[in-house]
């Protein structure tokens, strides 16, 4: 089975403070995706890595950066977190090549005070 | 852009009968593909059940199954047998187009089945 995990399921930070997300996937998978999920709004994409090293950025990439130094790993760093940014994060991996079926993690539930 | 379309924001079922969430689809790309997938309170999104456009039978995975109809551009999730832990939130889902990689999801359909 596929295993996406994340480094937290709940996450209280402050105005200001850089965050990082932490993801990993046990599945030799090629790709990775972070989305956000918000009432009303759904679900959206906001990087994602084809690579290590790879990335590009999605629907709503503004206020985010994302690293890959290893194959299993994509982490999503906030600079420096604001109040909207108070949301779900999921991440996601899937095969390599195009439009393989994505496997998420159990999500992170930030809020920003 | 892709558009996925849920029309029922939430429904009731009774323990053991089946169910069918809707889903309608608007889409650029000749060849895509539709998914499922079911979100408990817990949080975490868990892939069911996938058609692909050129798939030739309807996507049948234990309990669940797709009724694709190409023509109409839907592609709706039939849940046979319903089950209390089938309360969730069920998304549909296609690929987001232009060759890229990420998902576009519709608003969900909030399931809640009755004992």
């Known amino acids: 089975d596929v295993k996406v995990t994340q480094s937290s399921r709940y996450l209280v930070k402050r105005t200001g403070e850089k965050v990082f997300l932490e993801c990993v996937q046990d599945?030799?998978?090629?790709?990775m995706f972070w989305y956000r999920q918000d009432p009303g709004l759904g679900l959206r994409l906001i990087y994602f890595s084809y690579d290590v090293k790879m990335k590009e950025k999605g629907d709503i990439p503004e206020g985010y950066s994302v690293s890959r130094e290893k194959k299993e790993r994509f982490s999503l760093i906030l600079e420096s977190a604001s109040t909207n940014q108070t949301s779900m994060y999921l991440c996601?991996?899937?095969?390599?090549?195009?439009?393989?079926?994505?496997?998420f993690g159990p999500g992170t539930r930030l809020l920003v005070l | 852009a892709q558009k996925i379309t849920q029309t029922q924001p939430g429904m009731f079922v009774q323990e053991k009968e089946a169910v069918t969430l809707d889903c309608t689809y608007d889409?650029?790309?000749?060849?895509?593909?539709l998914f499922w997938y079911k979100q408990p309170s817990s949080g975490e999104m868990i892939f069911l059940i996938y058609?692909?456009?050129?798939?030739?039978q309807n996507a049948t995975e234990g309990r669940y199954s797709l009724n694709f109809q190409k023509a109409r551009k839907s592609a709706n999730l039939v849940i046979s047998a319903s089950q209390l832990g089938d309360s969730a939130m069920y998304f549909c889902?296609?690929?987001?187009?232009?060759?890229?990689?990420?998902?576009?999801f519709g608003k969900g359909t909030h399931l809640i089945i009755q004992p």
């Open positions: 889902a296609t690929y987001s187009g232009g060759g890229a990689d990420g998902l576009t």
């Open positions: 996601a991996s899937s095969l390599g090549g195009r439009r393989e079926t994505q496997y």
């Open positions: 599945m030799d998978h090629e790709n």
């Open positions: 889409t650029s790309d000749q060849s895509y593909g």
């Open positions: 058609q692909g456009s050129y798939d030739e």
